[in-house]
């Protein structure tokens, strides 16, 4: 009867362990989940340019003007929907554009933008997709904006749209 009773007791308790660590892994705060980044200073980063091969890190970015950082990959196609209004944007003298190429073959990437044109101040790599994770992106395309101070304004999850090219010509330029 007393091992019938243990067995019970071991069953009730691992029920009860399992499903605690799975409510604590639900309320933990995730890496990827940027809500949080907000009004806060961007992370420490290191990507390689495309065009130099040159490490561009945190303390190598302009301070006199706004930046977008733009994760996109050329075999996304709503980054192809939202490529017109980053090529407005590039018109915008106190923005500067940071275009984060997402897993992609850096061939398909010029081939994509010799087509579409380049909107990109700067084209940066990131081939494995763990600096993206780092600035808290988990889709493409995705883009945050940053002010001079390099703390996060706000962040556009999906493709650049009209509308949140008003609002990002507003913000700039205001």
């Not at 010029?110 to 780092?134: A, I, M, Q, R, W």
């Amino acid at each position: 009867m007393s091992k019938i009773n243990f067995t019970a007791y071991f069953i009730l308790l691992l029920i009860i362990f399992v499903f605690m660590i799975f409510f604590f892994g639900l309320k933990n705060n995730q890496k990827y989940d940027t809500r949080d980044n907000v009004g806060k200073q961007i992370s420490e980063f290191e990507l390689t340019s495309v065009k130099s091969n040159n490490i561009l890190t945190k303390s190598d970015l302009d301070k006199s003007n706004f930046k977008l950082f733009n994760f996109w990959a050329s075999w996304c196609p709503p980054c192809k929907d939202e490529h017109p209004f980053l090529m407005k944007l590039n018109k915008i003298d106190k923005l500067k554009i940071y275009g984060i190429n997402f897993k992609d073959d850096t061939k398909s990437a010029k081939k994509f933008l010799v087509n579409l044109g380049d909107p990109y101040d700067h084209l940066l790599l990131d081939e494995t997709g763990k600096s993206s994770v780092d600035f808290g992106i988990y889709g493409i395309p995705e883009s945050i904006l940053i002010d001079k101070n390099l703390i996060i304004i706000k962040r556009y999850i999906g493709p650049i749209n009209n509308k949140d090219y008003e609002e990002i010509n507003s913000l700039v330029t205001k």
